[in-house]
């Protein structure tokens, strides 16, 4: 049986990326919100779960704005 080398290249080496800095204060979300949100607009189909995903952006841009 024949063995591979294998060469690394520096070019090669990833090296690990650093945290990112904390920016944005957290967002919170009040899940009775999303029930909400989830029982007007929500089947389970994909449209409904953006249509969610876009109130809760919607609301956390909101809370931003104010903080």
Do not use: C, S
């Amino acid at each position: 049986m024949k063995k591979n080398k294998v060469e690394i290249d520096e070019a090669m080496i990833v090296e690990e990326t650093p945290e990112p800095e904390e920016t944005d204060p957290i967002v919170k979300v009040p899940l009775k919100d999303i029930e909400a949100l989830y029982a007007e607009f929500g089947n389970g189909n994909r449209v409904a779960v953006r249509a969610i995903i876009d109130q809760i952006w919607a609301m956390a841009e909101e809370q931003r704005h104010n903080a």
